[in-house]
């Protein structure tokens, strides 16, 4: 199996200025694939936002189970950490990041208030891996196209600060992966999930760990998908792609049967589905 790494300089230098401005902000809002909620939380974040209050926001919920999607919010809220799962598009969804962020500052703006300074609106960095779907959602909360929009990972390369209402301004920075993942399995769910460019990765690698998944927690979606019968699923993950290849009239071009598994289920033509477990009561969500 090739290895999957990808930090170019630009997001390295987006990290620093991350740095430099995280001073400015009063919340960081993180952004995360709710399809991978722990494989798509940069630690870099982590270590940059120290003790600001964070908001994670678990987009492309649409694509997701919302069943392991309800279980991730649950395991956020034992363990107080503000969440909340969206549809970036949904029309309610300015409304509701506005209003959790302002619960999460009350005690702060108060306080501010209190001490006779004008009220101001608050100031969020929007942090996120690529193509989780940012640039999407910031465009929906400024109301106009102000952040560049694209399904290829590594569109946003500055950051901008962009005015969403009289109640919040936030600070717009590029998806940026970390210098090294912590393991290959982080790297293939970022990449079956369109967070690292095509080019840097073998399809056939991430369409057998697709495979993996989807015949352990999805086998029906596959049987239905690529006509194939029960028998099949007892076939090795190589020799199933292979089947499905042969099934999609692909003959044996496995390549560009891998390429179709991965789109398949980018698009949800498996139906929705989340490669991170949420943890049970007492486990970790590493």
Do not use: C
Request: net charge positive; hydrophobic share 40%.
């Amino acid at each position: 199996m090739s290895t999957i790494q990808w930090f170019p300089g630009h997001m390295a230098k987006a990290i620093r200025q991350m740095e430099e401005n995280v001073h400015l902000v009063d919340i960081v809002f993180e952004l995360v694939d709710a399809r991978i909620p722990a494989a798509s939380r940069n630690p870099e974040v982590a270590r940059i936002a120290q003790n600001k209050p964070h908001l994670i926001i678990l987009t492309k919920k649409d694509l997701a189970d919302p069943q392991q999607t309800a279980a991730w919010l649950s395991y956020y809220r034992e363990h107080q950490q503000p969440a909340i799962a969206i549809d970036s598009r949904a029309n309610v969804t300015p409304k509701q990041i506005t209003k959790i962020a302002l619960d999460i500052l009350a005690d702060k703006l108060a306080a501010e208030q209190a001490k006779g300074l004008k009220e101001r609106p608050m100031r969020a960095m929007t942090v996120g891996v690529p193509n989780v779907g940012k640039s999407t959602l910031l465009n929906h909360l400024v109301n106009r196209k102000a952040a560049q929009v694209g399904d290829t990972p590594g569109v946003t390369k500055g950051q901008q600060w962009l005015r969403s209402s009289k109640h919040l301004e936030l600070l717009d920075t590029p998806g940026i992966l970390w210098p090294k993942f912590k393991d290959q399995e982080t790297a293939q769910k970022l990449a079956l999930t369109g967070a690292i460019k095509e080019k840097l990765y073998a399809k056939d690698d991430v369409a057998l760990y697709a495979l993996g998944f989807f015949r352990q927690y999805h086998a029906s979606a596959l049987l239905e998908r690529y006509h194939l019968n029960d028998a099949d699923l007892d076939l090795s993950d190589v020799d199933l792609l292979l089947k499905i290849t042969e099934k999609v009239g692909m003959r044996d071009d496995y390549e560009r049967a891998s390429e179709r598994l991965i789109l398949d289920a980018r698009r949800k033509k498996l139906g929705g589905f989340t490669l991170d477990r949420a943890p049970q009561a007492g486990e970790s969500g590493e």
